[in-house]
RNA sequence: GCGCCCGUAGCUCAGUGGACCAGAGCAUCUGACUUCGGAUCAGAGGGUCGGGGGUUCGAAUCCCUCCGGGCGCGCCA
């Protein structure tokens, strides 16, 4: 894509520049007193009213000062509205006051053209805005052992995961996906034992993978491998363990590819102790107090930052824990330079959220930028009865299956607009006849038709306009979808400061609707007015920008045909 | 028992301090193609926002409490 900084300034963005400016203009010519000192200075909001009599813009900015202001809420919108007329003339058109204390606005004609004509410069660029302190961030999500296939449980993940990141690198922060594994210990014998025992035709161990993917490994073993793993002395389980938790992870990719879901980082919890950063990131804490030995065991004493118990970091064993690690690997990420980590885990990690932000903070990190962000399971049900997921006993239903299914755009939408904390039901059979009635078939469809009409267009010899200077100032309908093709850097700016990631999905389903309105009153391509049609034409270009790029930004496809 | 998350229309879910914000999709019902794509559009019915208290000029939204559901509380990962 390109550089953000040729993309326009949201119009909200500029409308509370004026209304910041229009405020401090009021106060220093009288009309406004200031702030008290010991009073809190209210922030600048602009929002959309839901009333479209109320104008374009709204701000309560006049409720917000009348405590401190100690004045009527009323009296404050009317200087402020004073100063607003004067400061932004060539933005705004009407500025009114409205009871209890509202300062509504409406964009001018003008501006709104302009901004349209932006729209079209700045094509794959628009939507792209820089927040107000970009940051370099590490996103870790869905990080599954190599153990087994995805399954459908790792889905919303992948899919939450990977959104958040788009919406912030949408929002101007430089985003690095990492995935991290667990490519050594106890779980990865385990399987190397399942996969050895099917090799031999053996009965299984009591604790082992059943699912028929540890027999396609068993005939996928190399057979140097094998006889490499069963040599005198040789560490069989771990060996092929080894080979096969490999074998899986690089499938993993693939499914994870073929979501479109890409890493930057695939990170191996045993180079984490091979390169030291575990016994430095332990050491660290050593030398700050923040270890003890008791009953054989290394502690970190994780209740001085108020968890519940002290955790154990290396066994009486001698074998670290998987907290060991995460410390490990806390100083690792931090040591390539990033100024803030997200953790995607599953709600059911949310007892580990603490001791490591807690680890993180007795090493002298800033424990507020360790940030996990907890995505509710997933209930997946078929007629009626919940289907139970287990690697291990072989019962589970993979990502590649749902997928085959479903479809990966239908998907991506049905996770994209949920609020991630939120649990949900996901029937397979539902989902499976609904996949044909997702609202992403309505957001697609609505893109496939402008490139219809585009078509259209061309076969008549009519081209978009250069410029909608002056074409729809006095057309309703073409406002309406012009004000609404205008909000995606809106969205974008709401997602990526929030993480509230689902307002893309609702956003796109609303500029569809505004576009299928507007393709009901208005005929777009009349070759008996080559003029308005022109215009039209150039609006829908918009319009099409618009939709596609938020289409890019949920990881959909924007078919020209369906 | 303690902690975290959740409870909004028949179903799946948005909205989490603002003014017709009580919404969307699906489902149900009624209409609309000799005109740019009917995978569309117009309209209808349907909810004491789990219950109750409180804070506020204003509460689905914040606080308390109760009820209901999920998850966690390992020298598992």
Redesign the pocket.
Known sequence: MTDPATAPEPLRAAVRRAVQAAWERATAEGALPAVPADAVAPVVEI?????P???DL???LA??L??PLRRP?MAIAEALAGALRAEAADLLGEVSV???????MRLAPGAIEAALDAVRSADAAFGRVRVAAPQRLNVEFVSA?PTGPLTVGNARGAFVGDLLCRVLEAGGHTVTREYYF?DS???VRVLGASVAARRLGEELPEEAYRGDYVEDLARALPAETWSAATAPGADRDGMIGAWASERIRSGIQASLEHLGVRFDVWKS?ASLHRDGWVDRAVERLRAGGHIYE????TWFRSTTFGD??D??IT???G?P???AADIGYVTEKFSRGFDHLIYIW???????VARVRNAAEAMGYDREHVEMR?V??V?FVRDGQEVSMSKRAGEFITLDELLAEVGVDAARW?FG???????????IE?AKK?S????V??V???H??I???L??AVESGIAPAPSLAGAIADDPVAGALAREILRLPEVVEDAATDG?T??VT?YA?EL??SF???????????PADPAT?AARLALVDAARIALRNALALLGISA????
Not at 98 to 104: H, I, Q, R, T
Not at 294 to 297: D, F, H, I, P, R
């Open positions: 929002d959309h009213p839901g009333n009599e109320h104008g709204a701000s309560n409720l917000k009348a405590k809420p409205a009871p209890p204390g509202f300062l509504n052992n667990n210990g106890r779980q919890e008791e009953e054989g065991a519940d118990k955790r154990v066994r009486g064993n074998e824990t998987y907290f599953g709600a059911d990690h949310h007892g580990t907890l509710a399971w209930r049905s607009s949920r609020t991630p904390s939120t649990p949900i039901d996901f029937d539902l609904q044909a009635e997702n609202p078939y309505y697609q469809y609505a496939a038709r490139a219809s009409i078509r259209k509230q689902q307002g609702a389903t569809a609707t299928h309105a507007y393709y009901r009153d208005r005929r777009v391509v009349d049609s078919p020209e045909q369906m």
